[in-house]
């Protein structure tokens, strides 16, 4: 009687046990396949704000037509400002012949106090939303004419091939902000994106359909537990220097544009005694809203004047928590060709992705990880290339009208506040 009370008692326990494990499995199963399905319909949600025409004009969707804006909106100008210059700078290419950075310069009138710089195109694609902004600027704060003490420097798309070709990098698959290293120092390795290889850089063709790109949430939330996403986002942004079809590859000697770029830019930063220099771009951050950011400078001279012609405005000084140090800074190797006076450089950045959540940074490292294969190694299909070209150019030049709107919103606002500050700015 006792031994059958005991089995009894052992079947019960197994029995539990049992359906224990098959609960814990099957409520596994529908977290796997919840947040799969979560995953794979992820995209920020679009800010909320009334479409207006008169701003999605200022888009276009090439490079051609973008660059014929730009230069419109330059011969708009010649009538009421005597001393314009322009010009091209031809970046040479083995693809195509018709790549160039467009520049256009307006003296100060009376003074060479102060000189404003707008750069677009620094990342090929994300000249579409630069170009935009530059004819914005030129249309609300120069049409009346030269400034006494201002003068402007446009450069209209520093990297042409990425821009023409919708990719982020140049021609030679560089990133051209790790390009830009002061020194020209390329021998720095990255041990991180050494060891995340195969997954930063998986080779084959490219498919969205494939089980590393179903569950590719799963796989980057196992890394980041036994790696932590600081570690992870370091490795994966901050540039690399050893694998030349990698992502955020910054050569091994300067792309061809710098040296070009860097004697227009020594010929007219050092005619003015303090320079601002701002480089348009767009991706990181929440999805419409603009971001302004930089590395903490060394200078204090550089982040007071910050404080004082971006007045209120929360900078980010790239000391936060979810932020990583980078190799190579166009913005910065500029300030390094100013022999003297001041150089306050800024990052404009407007955000599509959310990538300050998980979801928003994992598929922005997944759909950079997809174009960057599919360049290299072709893709499954001719569906799987719309598919991967259409996220990626959705995440540097997003088709919303309401992103659109919403950034150039943002983006004149800004502007004011720049140029009410700067035009009242001295040393
Ligand atoms: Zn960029």
Not at 71 to 83: P, Q, R
Not at 244 to 255: A, D
Not at 402 to 425: D, G, N
Request: proline share 3%; glycine share 8%; net charge negative.
């Amino acid at each position: 009687m006792r031994s059958t009370v005991f089995v009894s008692n052992g079947m019960k326990w197994k029995t539990m046990m049992l359906w224990s494990f098959v609960l814990i499995a099957v409520l596994v199963l529908i977290a796997v396949l919840v947040s799969t399905i979560m995953y794979a319909k992820y995209w920020p949600a679009d800010p909320g704000v009334d479409r207006k025409d008169e701003y999605l004009a200022y888009f276009h969707e090439t490079y051609a037509d973008s660059r014929r804006a730009f230069l419109a909106s330059v011969a708009g100008l010649k009538k009421d400002h005597a001393g314009l210059e322009r010009g091209k700078l031809i970046v040479p290419s083995q693809l195509d012949v018709d790549l160039t950075i467009d520049w256009c310069y307006l003296p100060a009138k009376d003074t060479t106090d102060k000189l404003l710089i707008l750069n677009s195109g620094l990342h090929g694609i994300e000249g579409f939303t630069g170009s935009a902004m530059q004819c914005m600027f030129i249309d609300e704060f120069l049409i009346e004419g030269p400034r006494n003490d201002m003068g402007f420097l446009f450069l209209h798309a520093l990297n042409p091939f990425g821009f023409k070709y919708r990719r982020k990098v140049t021609e030679n698959n560089v990133d051209l902000n790790r390009n830009c290293m002061e020194g020209g120092s390329y021998h720095i390795s990255n041990d991180g994106y050494r060891e995340l290889a195969d997954f930063l850089m998986p080779g084959g063709a490219a498919s969205t359909k494939d089980l590393r790109n179903r569950f590719f949430h799963l796989t980057s939330i196992y890394k980041i537990v036994r790696e932590s996403m600081g570690v992870l986002r370091q490795a994966a942004l901050q540039g690399q220097y050893d694998f030349p079809l990698g992502f955020y590859y910054g050569g091994k000697e300067f792309e061809p544009q710098i040296d070009s770029l860097s004697l227009i830019l020594e010929r007219y930063m050092n005619q003015y005694q303090t320079v601002l220099n701002v480089d348009l771009h767009t991706a990181y951050g929440e999805r419409g809203k603009l971001h302004l950011f930089i590395d903490k400078p060394e200078d204090n001279r550089v982040e007071e004047s910050i404080g004082r012609i971006f007045p209120g405005v929360a900078v980010d000084w790239g000391d936060s928590e979810d932020f990583y140090t980078i190799n190579g800074q166009y913005i910065e190797w500029a300030g390094s060709l100013k022999k003297e006076g001041l150089y306050i450089p800024m990052l404009f950045e407007f955000g599509t992705m959310d990538s300050q959540k998980t979801f928003g940074a994992l598929k922005s490292i997944q759909i950079m990880i997809l174009e960057n294969q599919g360049y290299h190694y072709g893709y499954s299909s001719e569906k799987e290339e719309e598919k991967i070209k259409g996220d990626f150019s959705e995440m540097y030049y997003p088709t919303s009208p309401l992103w659109r709107t919403k950034v150039m919103e943002e983006a004149l606002a800004m502007m004011q506040l720049m140029m009410q500050q700067y035009e009242v700015f001295r040393l």
